[in-house]
């Protein structure tokens, strides 16, 4: 079974940075792409951001520009470093890796940008 981590969460100033890695139980290069989603409180999950296999990273349009995806592959993790978060960040940070036969989830972490 393919396990997901988050971890890194916590409080974290406007204008301050925080990094998020997500440790993957298996080779990184066994799945298309891992991903980094959120859930806002009282809205859906939103994509933040992406890497596939062939390094190719994607963003959401709100992190574009203040989020940087990377991965570490002698350590089959994948890292969300956030820049310049604003307070409308807060939400509970997941990663998603994906398959042919389906997505694998972690728990989550929790980020709060306050002052």
């Known amino acids: 079974q393919v396990q997901l981590v988050e971890s890194g969460g916590g409080l974290v100033q406007p204008g301050g940075s925080l990094k998020l890695p997500c440790a993957v139980s298996e080779n990184i290069f066994n799945f298309n792409a891992i991903h980094w989603y959120r859930r806002i409180p009282g809205k859906e999950r939103d994509f933040v951001a992406s890497i596939n296999v062939g390094g190719r990273e994607r963003y959401g349009d709100s992190v574009k520009d203040r989020f940087t995806i990377s991965r570490n592959s002698a350590k089959n993790t994948v890292y969300l470093q956030m820049n310049s978060p604003k307070p409308e960040d807060t939400a509970v940070y997941y990663c998603?890796?994906?398959?042919?036969?389906?997505?694998?989830w972690g728990r989550g972490t929790q980020v709060t940008v306050s002052p």
């Open positions: 998603k890796a994906n398959i042919l036969s389906g997505d694998y």
